[in-house]
């Protein structure tokens, strides 16, 4: 069978309505079944509102002995109850069965807006059943509340006691203000009785309250009463004592103490520690034990002043006595130096700034001296501590110090002077001796022709020692210039020495060589005119030449022998 165009279309569209059908349908069953379990939770809150069980409450105060203010508190909640029962609960059913009739109307619109006021209704009813329900049970669980915190009350007073009693005598004469308020306590406890006898629940209130507050404060009383009254009446005082012997036996000593204003300070103390006692006698122990270890801590670091004031002088002793040695010590040698400055200033090229580093390091030593001798002034008045000398004679120690390395920089340089001076002396008496040396082996070898050079040489040996005696006999002399002349001269000198000493040498070795080779003239060829030339350099004075052709003439006559003679030569050259 074959379907058209037409059928399909008609067959969709009767699927696509079916479809919407059923979501539409579904759609409104889940609106219902929301709406319907809303309804039914409002029932259940409504119904919890009920079941509270404020009647029952209300029913346990019957059987109570009834003061006047209980019997009004009675008669107020049970009129509460019956509100509840004939006004506030009728209206949430009223409430709930119309929201049922809208419901059953699918009016979801008036549904939302009585759902809200029914919501609020029952939260406001079920707040209020609840606080009756609260103020009741205030009253009907009483007994067993308050009994149970006097007898931790109790509990806690009979320990507090107990240590009391077993420690009394801790207590000196505070102990009849501890009983009498441990007494008062005792009494609460009767008022206390007499209240729940009564159901006079309001006192039983306040007389919970006051316990709690005289049985803290007694718990303080008892375990810190000991230690204050030890402190305040036994250690404080002692401790004074101690400080007092301590005073009078430093300042016997010598110890200048008044910047501590002990005196003012203990005074205040003992006023402090009287108004302190006169507060524990009245119980009342607030920062007591504060301000008493405050005390205590002030006495104590007194005696630590003490040390340091011990320590400080004994340094102040040592150091002081040391500084006094060098401060004289330099005092002389500032003195000496000033005194012969312009004996030195003549004898020595000095420079403007060594004159003024002089009278600068004079100037300092004067305000050490100064500050010096007010310290000893102070020591002699007693008027400063010596841990405060102690810091003014360490100051001056590095300010001495530091005048002292200057002057030794300042003295090295003027010794530095006076030993180049000495030094010049004594190498020109040297170099005074090389030359006298020089000229006696010249004189004593007899050559026969002394070089030109020599003569050269000597001459400006000779010109270079005037010149270190000019130096020398300057005023004042500058060492530099002085140093430099002896330099050139001991060079000069020491030249002309070596070749004096060469010149000697090889002369000398030229005439042993030409004796020995002499002897073999008639026997070997060559020999003769070798030797002729050398005894020809050799009185031109060309000794070097002379040198080398005897040399020549014994290695004609014997090579083992010129290969020693040769090997001497250069070992002497070199």
């Known amino acids: 069978m074959k379907y058209n165009n037409t059928t399909y279309i008609v067959i969709g569209i009767l699927i696509l309505v079916i479809v919407l059908f059923f979501t539409l349908y579904i759609l409104k069953n889940r609106k219902k079944n929301k709406y319907k379990k809303i309804l039914e939770q409002l029932q259940v809150d409504k119904n919890l509102i009920s079941s509270i069980p404020v009647s029952l409450e209300l029913s346990k105060i019957d059987s109570m002995n009834k003061n006047d203010d209980l ?70 669980s009483s007994e067993e509340k308050y009994r149970s915190s006097i007898i931790k009350l109790k509990a806690k007073y009979r320990k507090i006691n107990s240590e009391f009693q077993n420690h009394d005598n801790l207590y000196d004469e505070m102990q009849d203000a501890v009983s009498l308020q441990l007494e008062n306590i005792e009494r609460r406890f009767l008022e206390f009785e007499k209240a729940m006898d009564d159901n006079d629940y309001a006192e039983v209130v306040h007389i919970i309250k006051a316990l709690t507050g005289m049985i803290n404060q007694m ?15 036994q250690l404080i005082p002692q401790k004074i004592k101690e400080v007092k012997d301590t005073v009078k036996e430093m300042t016997d000593s010598g110890y200048p103490l008044e910047y501590l204003n002990i005196d003012y300070n203990i005074e205040e103390s003992n006023k402090n520690v009287g108004s302190i006692l006169d507060r524990i006698r009245v119980l009342n122990l607030e920062d007591c034990m504060i301000e008493l270890k405050t005390i205590l801590d002030y006495l104590d670091s007194l005696f630590v002043d003490f040390e340091k004031e011990r320590l400080s002088r004994k340094v102040y002793e040592e150091v002081s006595k040391d500084f006094e040695n060098k401060l004289s010590k330099t005092n002389k040698v500032v003195q000496d130096m000033t005194s012969q400055l312009e004996q030195i200033k003549n004898m020595y090229d000095l420079k403007e700034a060594d004159v003024n580093k002089i009278n600068e390091e004079e100037k300092n030593l004067v305000v050490i001296n100064d500050d010096y001798k007010k310290m000893i002034s102070k020591v002699e008045n007693k008027s400063t501590p010596y841990s405060e000398l102690h810091k003014e004679i360490e100051e001056l120690t590095v300010r001495l110090k530091n005048v002292t390395e200057d002057l030794d920089i300042t003295l090295k340089n003027l010794g530095t002077m006076y030993e180049d001076e000495e030094r010049a002396r004594e190498q020109l008496e040297e170099i005074e001796k090389f030359l006298k040396a020089s ?20 001459n400006e040996a000779n010109e270079a020692i005037s010149e270190v005696i000019k130096e020398l006999s300057k005023k ?49 060829s060559g020999v003769n005119e070798k030797l002729d030339l050398s005894e020809k350099e050799f009185f031109k004075g060309n000794y070097k030449n002379a040198l080398n052709n005897a040399l020549l003439a014994v290695n004609i006559v014997d090579n083992d022998t010129y290969v020693k003679l040769s090997k001497i030569c250069n070992n002497d050259n070199a």
């Open 71 to 140: 019997e009004e508190k009675y008669n107020n909640w049970n009129n509460k109850i019956e509100h509840i029962k004939n006004d506030l609960l009728p209206k949430i059913d009223d409430m709930l069965i119309e929201l049922d009739t809208f419901f059953d109307k699918r009016d979801y619109n008036n549904c939302d807006k009585k759902i809200a006021k029914c919501e609020l209704e029952i939260y406001k009813v079920r707040e209020y059943t609840q606080n009756l329900l609260g103020q009741i049970k205030e009253i009907t």
């Open 219 to 233: 718990e303080a009383v008892v375990n810190e009463m000991p230690d204050l009254v030890l402190m305040a009446k």
């Open 439 to 458: 000229k006696n082996i010249i004189r004593n070898f007899k050559l026969p022709v002394i070089s030109n050079k020599y003569f050269v040489e000597l």
């Open 476 to 524: 004042p002399i500058v060492i530099k210039t002085l140093n430099t002349r002896v330099d050139t001269a001991r060079d000069l000198v020491l030249k002309l020495y070596s070749t004096t000493s060469d010149m000697i040498k090889i002369a000398s070795f030229t005439e042993s060589c030409i004796l020995y080779a002499n002897r073999f003239r008639d026997y070997y």
